[in-house]
């Protein structure tokens, strides 16, 4: 581009030669912009990335150093020890995502179509739980799981708790300290990164094709089938990929409403490092929870696709 | 409880004194410095490739543990303690027995709630410890065990008896000569906790609960006990339970006591391991009773009649948390003479009648009866001789016992 501005003739002479010669700087441009990002990446992505990778290849004590001895074998020592608890990850964090998408695709509906001037609040109920910390959120929920309290007195009368407990989700007459506690947790605490992406997906459907449908004698369901849902698939896509991502790492809720039979691998990762310090089975897990998550995102997405992933 | 002779040094200061003859620093000098070099080499080959990212031993600091004294130039001091550690005015604000420090000596102390957790302080203050820099803080209060493996890296100062002449005199017999800190060389004692059996009375509808026993094996109690997630605390509980001594145990008494709590969690016994959540759940009734901490108790007692305790007749666990002087620290002096003014009764007691753990001061008891005649009287406050009696600490182990006794625990939690 800007040589062929160079080369073609000045249409008039005294602007060429006012205009400024073209700068080789010029080219360099999109390089200095991208530099903070670049740099970023590098100090605090790669870096520690690099540093996890090393470690996870060390063996030492914390009086004796860690060298670097290439022992790999930390690996799959890691994997065979710790299995069940990376496969329970795995089960309630997509629990967790199958129902945030359960209950969020319905309120991001009702907020994009339906709910009118309430539309900025409804929205505003959604995040408003962000504005407390994570730590709250959930032990708001030992308030609400409490034994006496009426949550599970509705359930037992019920014989809910019978069901789930025949499943193994519950233990007897109660919900704290069992599976069910730690998925509902995670379902609530992740809710919001289902509904937004939903939200914004759906709120972009323009609202004649709905009419065009109906005027094309589609019921009300089909239109939903043959039309909304192929639109909203980018929301759905990348909602349960912020939901399922961080839900398996997380360790707070599987602590604080689990028991001992409720422990993910995040609970492991942080015990592995604080309390043990074994730091090289520590990086060597968190290594294989990335692969692991890694390997289970790229399924999803070469299943579901990614053309317009917002 | 011995006396303290102005003219003869007490076995403390003897202590201290044969362990600066027999353990000096200097003959570690060398070592480091070829360490340094060391990793100072292992630096210059490049971040590029994994094999250069090794951790240098974090054994003692390289360029050594003391940074320059600037007590007399810098009338401060910094003080990291835990959260609700300290006594405070009805505002809220203010912290009155520092308040009275700072009258006194002019020093102004910079006070930080910033430990909530041994094990994440531990992993907080590592790095900067490790590679022997100053952490900005010149006393930190953590556990005695945590306080063992600082002692043993070498990332703790040797404070000076000169400047504690209250903390060698007042200190309870109970909590002189530990084993990981002869004499106490490096540290003093905050504050003990004893762990106790507590129980919610309207959750348990009756049942008697005398035991650590009964909580492990009392099928009416099936998921609701709690136990604690601290390693020493409920190991040590169920050793002293199984008439073993948590003081003086085997790796095979070790693994009998981890057989028997595995037993309990097998059979879905164990509700939970907790931190300090315990709390809510005893108070809700959630854990109708469960291993607690003496001075959440005291507490959570004020607020709910239910909430009771009782100290087995097989004994506690009573472990100190201790104040420390981290390497590099840039006020040694000033916080050696906080430490000192917390061992005077006044001080002490107003710490005591606020916050209700075990106080490790002596002569503390005429002055908190002023204050507080039923905080004198409560044992888990000022311990009587028959709590003394049955109160024991979990003996220190080697940082292999530490690793392999942490791991087998953690399997047992759910890992």
């Known amino acids: 581009m800007t040589t062929t501005l160079t080369e073609a003739p000045p249409p008039v002479a005294s602007t060429a030669q006012q205009r400024t010669p073209p700068r080789a700087r010029g080219r360099l441009t999109p390089y200095w912009l991208l530099l903070p990002g670049v740099l970023w990446l590098l100090v605090f992505f790669l870096m520690p990335m690099v540093y996890q990778a090393s470690t996870s290849v060390q063996t030492g004590s914390l009086e004796e150093g860690y060298q670097v001895t290439w022992h790999f074998a930390t690996y799959w020592d890691a994997l065979s020890e710790y299995w069940p608890q990376f496969v329970r990850s795995v089960l309630y964090a997509g629990s967790a995502t199958v129902l945030c998408l359960l209950l969020g695709y319905p309120l991001a509906y009702l907020i994009a179509f339906r709910a009118g001037r309430w539309r900025t609040l409804v929205l505003i109920l959604v995040i408003a739980p962000f504005f407390t910390s994570f730590l709250i959120r959930t032990l708001a929920w030992k308030t609400i799981l409490a034994d006496g309290g009426p949550v599970v007195g509705a359930l037992n009368t019920l014989h809910v708790l019978d069901v789930t407990s025949w499943l193994g989700m519950t233990a007897g007459d109660r919900v704290l300290a069992t599976p069910l506690a730690v998925v509902c947790g995670l379902t609530y605490n992740f809710l919001p990164f289902m509904i937004l992406p939903l939200y914004t997906s759906l709120e972009r459907i323009d609202g004649r094709l709905h009419e065009a449908a109906g005027d094309l004698y589609a019921t009300p369901f089909t239109t939903f089938r043959k039309v909304t849902l192929p639109l909203s698939m980018p929301g759905v896509v990348s909602g349960t990929l912020l939901t399922f991502i961080p839900a398996s790492g997380d360790y707070i809720n599987a602590d604080l409403l689990g028991s001992t039979d409720t422990r993910m691998i995040g609970n492991v990762i942080q015990t592995q490092f604080l309390r043990i310090l074994d730091y090289p089975t520590a990086a060597a897990l968190s290594f294989l929870l990335m692969a692991a998550i890694l390997l289970v995102v790229t399924l999803y997405i070469r299943k579901s696709g990614t053309e317009d992933l917002v | ?415």
């Open chain 2, 1 to 415: 409880m011995e006396q303290y002779q102005p003219d003869r040094p007490s076995p403390a200061l003897r202590a201290a004194a044969r362990r600066s003859l027999s353990g000096g620093r200097a003959a570690l000098a060398r070592r480091s410095l070829l360490r340094a070099s060391a990793g100072g080499a292992l630096a210059l080959g490049g971040l590029g490739t994994l094999g250069a990212c090794g951790i240098p031993p974090a054994g003692r600091s390289r360029g050594g543990e003391r940074a320059e004294d600037r007590s007399a130039k810098e009338k401060t001091v910094a003080f990291s303690n835990w959260t609700e550690y300290m006594d405070v005015d009805d505002s809220g604000k203010r912290h009155p027995t520092l308040e009275a420090f700072t009258r006194r000596t002019g020093i102004e102390v910079e006070y930080t709630e910033d430990i909530n957790d041994n094990n994440e302080f531990f992993g907080k203050i590592k790095p900067q410890l490790a590679a022997g820099q100053d952490t900005g803080r010149d006393i930190i209060v953590l556990t005695d065990w945590l306080a063992a493996r600082l002692i043993r890296l070498g990332w703790v100062q040797k404070l000076d008896p000169a400047n504690l002449p209250h903390a060698y005199t007042n200190l309870s017999a109970q909590f002189r000569n530990p084993d990981w800190d002869p004499g106490h060389a490096y540290s003093y004692p905050w504050q003990a906790v004893s762990t106790v059996v507590a129980y919610n009375r309207k959750a348990l509808d009756g049942i008697e609960v005398t035991s650590v026993s009964d909580l492990l094996d009392n099928p009416r109690l099936k998921g609701r006990v709690g136990f604690l997630a601290e390693m020493r605390d409920t190991v040590g509980m169920v050793l002293q339970d199984m008439g073993k001594e948590a003081a003086a145990f085997t790796g095979d008494d070790y693994d009998a006591a981890l057989a028997r709590i595995q037993k309990a969690v097998d059979r879905g016994q164990i509700r939970r391991f907790t931190g300090n959540d315990y709390t809510a759940d005893l108070n809700s009734g959630d854990l109708a009773a469960c291993l607690a901490w003496a001075g959440d108790v005291v507490q959570l007692q004020a607020d709910n009649p239910d909430v009771g305790h009782i100290v087995p007749d097989s004994g506690c666990i009573t472990s100190t948390d201790v104040l420390l002087i981290p390497n590099k620290a840039r006020h040694k002096t000033n916080a050696e003479r906080l430490i000192d003014y917390y061992y005077e009764p006044e001080p002490a007691a107003e710490l005591a009648a606020y916050i209700n753990y075990v106080c490790p001061v002596d002569g503390v008891k005429a002055e908190l009866e002023k204050i507080d005649a039923d905080a004198a009287n409560n044992p888990l406050i000022i311990p009587d001789r028959d709590l003394a009696a049955k109160s024991f600490a979990f003996r220190s182990l080697t940082s292999e016992e530490e690793t392999a006794y942490e791991e087998k625990f953690a399997k047992l939690t759910g890992a």
